[in-house]
């Protein structure tokens, strides 16, 4: 079912910046007001606030971080950058096998949900506003990752700030909801975006260059909180 991709001359080079064109695409596609419902999902952020857990700007940082590296975000990003390289090639079969992969990684209920709703709002507006090469939308339930990498690969975006914008906007939707769950103020919110922004670049960096068979995460707790999260009887977040 795996196999091994080395990075081509479609990714755009490991230091590959966007043009005009696909700079655009990258801040309309991952901008807070594009219409996936990002805003509804906390990742199990609610519950770890729920159980003190996360409760200031150091343990909100820590948590967001480990998602980042141990958990989905590292492989949300091989994920697409393995999307990004099938749809360039127009390699059905693959794409196929990535999306399925994708779907069937989810560890909880929650989690799928959050994956699958807002990847396929994703895949519908990009279908309906900017049409590709194939519809992303009629392929069945496509994960925000795989949606996110075929549509940079459809319309021209590289790879490696492609890889980039997922992992920020990723990271600035954690920290929107744990605003708005901890004591918690903006001007704090912002400091852990710019303390994470070097472990963003660094996940997206060697996700781009990891073999499929390198998806995976040891995110325990964050998965323990999105289960728990399923049985939550006052929340403001759908995960």
């Known amino acids: 079912m795996t196999?091994?991709?080395?990075v081509t001359p479609t990714d755009g080079g490991a230091e590959?910046?966007?043009d005009g064109a696909a700079l655009s695409l990258l801040l309309a596609w991952f901008s807070p007001s594009f219409p996936v419902g990002a805003f509804a999902y906390s990742h199990g952020i609610e519950r770890l606030e729920a159980d003190g857990a996360v409760r200031d700007r150091a343990s909100t940082e820590a948590a967001v971080r480990l998602a980042l590296t141990d958990g989905s975000g590292r492989t949300d990003a091989i994920l697409l950058a393995h999307a990004f390289r099938a749809a360039s090639a127009r390699d059905e079969a693959a794409l196929e096998e990535i999306r399925l992969l994708a779907v069937a990684l989810a560890p909880t209920a929650e989690r799928h949900t959050e994956a699958?709703?807002?990847?396929?709002?994703f895949a519908g507006l990009l279908d309906?506003?900017?049409p590709g090469a194939f519809a992303l939308s009629e392929r069945g339930d496509m994960p925000v990752p795989v949606?996110?990498?075929a549509a940079g690969a459809l319309h021209g975006v590289p790879l490696p700030p492609l890889a980039h914008a997922y992992l920020s906007a990723f990271v600035a939707n954690l920290v929107s909801a744990a605003v708005r769950l901890v004591p918690l103020g903006q001007t704090d919110g912002q400091r852990i975006t710019a303390a994470l922004?070097?472990?963003v670049a660094k996940v997206a960096?060697?996700?781009v260059e990891a073999p499929l068979e390198d998806v995976g995460g040891a995110a325990i707790g964050l998965?323990?909180?999105s289960m728990r999260h399923e049985c939550q009887e006052v929340r403001l977040f759908r995960s």
């Open 128 to 130: 309906a506003v900017w």
């Open 197 to 199: 922004m070097p472990v």
């Open 3 to 6: 196999r091994r991709t080395v």
């Open 116 to 121: 699958i709703r807002q990847g396929n709002a």
């Open 16 to 18: 590959a910046g966007p």
């Open 205 to 207: 960096r060697e996700a």
């Open 223 to 225: 998965d323990l909180a």
């Open 147 to 149: 949606a996110a990498g």
